[in-house]
């Protein structure tokens, strides 16, 4: 009979977001219900402001500029809905899955309103210091965005 073997790996970097896993839950129920609020205010607060964004809709920008840019995205889309749909931590790396969907009701990066809905998936890679988040990276389909909100045209293959 063989015998089985156990590795056990411990990690040993130092965390610098000082908090608990409850903690950082918590802070992520906080924000999905300032994301249902639409609320720029309270989702920029969770920002320092030499925080590093990166966004497809609205490029690299710092902390002291998130609440603007969350403004830009919740003005255009008065109706919009995002549903976590996973949240994963890794010390002080956090990713949350999300499905996100609207209607195109106001101006948006110079766009007219269109009137047309979009649903797409999008993921958060944040990164947290002190309490803070100190980098996030967006990640979704901003082309098809466009296309489905109807300012862009897609090229039929």
């Known amino acids: 009979m063989a015998r089985e073997q156990t590795t056990t790996v ?3 970097r130092q965390l610098q977001s000082g908090m608990t ?3 950082i839950l918590a ?7 300032a994301y ?12 320092t402001d030499a925080s590093v964004i990166e966004s497809p809709s609205g490029g690299v920008h710092t902390g002291r500029d998130a609440e603007k840019v969350f403004r830009q995205m919740f003005d ?4 919009m809905t995002i549903l976590v749909d996973d949240v994963v931590i890794d010390g002080d790396v956090i990713v949350t899955v999300s499905t ?5 009701m106001r101006e948006f990066l110079g766009f007219e309103p269109t009137g047309k809905r979009f649903q797409m998936s999008m993921a958060f890679v944040h990164r947290l210091k002190d309490r803070k988040i100190i980098h996030e990276r967006r990640i979704y389909d901003f082309t ?3 296309v489905q909100i109807g300012v862009l045209k897609a090229k039929p293959a």
């Not at 255009?76 to 109706?79: E, G, I, V």
């Open 144 to 146: 098809g965005l466009l």
């Open 100 to 104: 996100v969907e609207g209607t195109h």
């Open 10 to 12: 411990t990690d040993t």
């Open 36 to 47: 249902e609020d639409l609320d720029a205010k309270a989702l920029a607060v969770d920002y």
């Open 76 to 79: 255009a889309f008065l109706d």
């Open 21 to 23: 896993r409850d903690e």
């Open 27 to 33: 802070l992520y129920k906080r924000r999905q219900e």
